[in-house]
């Protein structure tokens, strides 16, 4: 009898080669193989749960926020995670945590995905919205700065709301999706901008102290950059993550210190943090006033030498690294 792998390689298709029977449908950049459906998951979903227990990421009873945007990345990230803690009893509490900027067209749109994973995988949905949180929807600080400058408002203000909506959920853990271009994008980012210190931490899996987040314009050259080495390499995305894992630096060398906002209380290593030194902009009628490369222009470096390291639940807002 003639198998259906035999018929396809008749046909002149690609045969997948893990099953060596159904269709390929997809070559994977990580290892160049040809693989159908079927055995793509399978392979994704086991290498995910291969990572997650031999980097020992939670512990039975904790609770994991898993930050969803409605977009592909952190809902393949919702449906992988609630899987995998059913199927070999991580034992962990699961919520979703969705922060609306107040982007009219946008969020509100991928709102309702969120809403549908929350039902399908019956995950407590918990939304923070901009407006609660800062008194400003983005739509009105646009209003405000225009379309030039307003990625600084967004990523600052999303990173901390997410931080805050972890803080209100208490849990131990927020997992994001950000997938292997977008810390692809930061390694490159940090490397153009000579920032060693976030050089050599934007790559870790678990993410400590500070954010790293760059929200401006100079991500999507980045972007478009990597997009192109790709194009002609499919590995260069992988190979420009190794190469950041594989950046040291000296023990000697001077790293900043972080503390807290004295406004709010947030993670800063400066008197106050990006996102209080935005909004004073915002509410002065200034708001140009914390667009610029230094993080933040009111205060200085926290010279209390102390190293901050608290849990989620441990603090006004929490620990995520983007
Ligand atoms: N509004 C948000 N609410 C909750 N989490 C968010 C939000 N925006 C981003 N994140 C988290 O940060 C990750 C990376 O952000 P990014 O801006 O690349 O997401 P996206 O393009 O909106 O969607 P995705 O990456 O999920 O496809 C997301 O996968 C998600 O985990």
């Excluded at 919702?78 to 962990?92: D, F, P, Q």
């Excluded at 929350?118 to 405000?144: C, E, N, R």
């Excluded at 994008?185 to 870790?204: H, K």
Aim: aromatic share 8%.
């Amino acid at each position: 009898m003639e198998g259906e792998g035999e018929r396809e390689r008749k046909r002149g298709g690609r045969v997948c080669c893990v099953c060596n029977e159904a269709r390929a449908s997809v070559k994977r950049p990580k290892t160049l193989q040809h693989m159908c459906r079927e055995c793509f998951f399978h392979a994704f979903e086991s290498e995910i749960h291969h990572l997650i227990l031999n980097n020992s990421l939670f512990s039975p009873g904790e609770r994991v926020a898993i930050g969803a945007s409605g977009g592909k990345d952190s809902t393949v990230l919702a449906y992988v995670l609630s899987k995998l803690n059913r199927l070999h009893n991580y034992g962990l509490h699961l919520f979703l945590l969705s922060v609306d900027e107040g982007i009219t067209g946008y969020r509100d749109d991928s709102l309702q995905t969120v809403h549908r994973n929350h039902l399908q995988y019956q995950l407590p949905l918990q939304v923070v919205s901009y407006k609660d949180l800062y008194g400003w929807t983005m739509d009105q600080i646009v209003d405000v700065i225009g379309f030039k400058n307003n990625c600084t408002f967004c990523g600052v203000f999303r990173r901390q709301a997410l931080d805050r909506g972890a803080a209100l959920l208490k849990v131990d853990k927020l997992v994001t999706g950000h997938n292997a271009d977008d810390i692809a994008e930061t390694v490159l980012l940090n490397l153009l901008r000579g920032d060693v210190a976030r050089l050599s931490r934007c790559t870790s899996i678990t993410t400590g102290e500070d954010g790293i987040y760059s929200p401006n314009a100079y991500r999507g050259f980045a972007r478009e950059f990597i997009k192109d080495l790709e194009r002609i390499r499919p590995r260069a995305i992988l190979d420009i993550i190794k190469s950041g894992e594989n950046f040291r630096i000296s023990t000697t060398t001077k790293m900043p210190e972080q503390g807290t906002c004295q406004r709010c209380g947030y993670i800063s290593s400066q008197k106050w943090c990006k996102a209080c030194v935005l909004l004073d902009g915002l509410n002065r009628g200034l708001p140009k006033l914390g667009i610029g490369r230094s993080r933040g222009s009111v205060g200085s470096e926290n010279g209390n030498g102390s190293k901050v390291e608290k849990s989620i639940q441990g603090k006004q807002c929490g620990t995520l690294d983007f």
